[in-house]
T-cell receptor
Framework: GQQLNQSPQSMFIQEGEDVSMNCTSS?????WLWYKQDPGEGPVLLIA?????ELTSNGRLTAQFGITRKDSFLNISASIPSDVGIYFC???????????FGTGTRLQVTL | ETGVTQSPTHLIKTRGQQVTLRCSSQ?????VSWYQQALGQGPQFIFQ???????GRGNFPPRFSGLQFPNYSSELNVNALELDDSALYLC????????????FGPGTRLTVL
């Protein structure tokens, strides 16, 4: 099945650094979402974006819905150890709740 | 308010067997979606149920089937298991399919030998 392209695949950063990751698609989406998944858990929604060009923040997280509706990025500022996990983008178009997920970005934070 | 729960947590089956996975929705949610997450991959949409009817299906063969009950809990059934069916199966419930109300359960880890 289709998966969105996320980059980077993995990141090793030091505590306090800022992080940037992005997601691209060959298809247009009406909604972009960013999730975080910890080991043994399901994905947890971080940010939802509904409009092309929209920039939304949730604490230290900021995400943008690309103008072309085919991409999105997520920034995390001043990373902390609990930011460790796998971050997934997901796009929605058409059928409610049917999400197309990205391949994931694994974030490791060192002290 | 209870969250989304899934059972069992882990399951081991052999090729050719059948399996049933269960999901209890978050209180007040009437829509359930099922996803398959292979190791190292993002979740892939299997299908969605709304008010006991299938309401959208991903690119999965007919041996993947489901049910939703009047209390909005759900089952995922997989027949004739194949080795590639080994994955984490995630259930997500939402209110009328709104993705910003969608919560995922912890998943069932299925291993097919």
């Amino acid at each position: 099945g289709q998966q969105l392209n996320q980059s980077p695949q993995s990141m090793f950063i030091q505590e306090g650094e800022d992080v940037s990751m992005n997601c691209t698609s060959s298809s247009i989406f009406n909604t972009w979402l960013w999730y975080k998944q910890d080991p043994g858990e399901g994905p947890v929604l971080l940010i939802a974006l509904y409009k092309a060009g929209e920039l939304t923040s949730n604490g230290r997280l900021t995400a943008q819905f690309g103008i072309t509706r085919k991409d999105s990025f997520l920034n995390i500022s001043a990373s902390i150890p609990s930011d460790v996990g796998i971050y997934f983008c997901a796009g929605q178009s058409g059928t409610a709740s049917k999400l197309t997920f990205g391949t994931g970005t694994r974030l490791q934070v060192t002290l | 308010e209870t969250g989304v729960t899934q059972s069992p947590t882990h399951l081991i089956k052999t090729r050719g067997q059948q399996v049933t996975l269960r999901c209890s929705s978050q209180s007040g949610h009437n829509t359930v979606s099922w996803y398959q997450q292979a190791l190292g991959q993002g979740p892939q949409f299997i299908f969605q149920y709304y008010r006991e009817e299938e309401n959208g299906r991903g690119n999965f063969p007919p041996r993947f089937s489901g049910l939703q009950f009047p209390n909005y809990s759900s089952e995922l059934n997989v027949n004739a298991l194949e080795l590639d069916d080994s994955a984490l199966y995630l259930c997500a419930s939402s209110l009328t399919g709104a993705v910003d109300t969608q919560y995922f359960g912890p998943g069932t880890r299925l291993t097919v030998l």
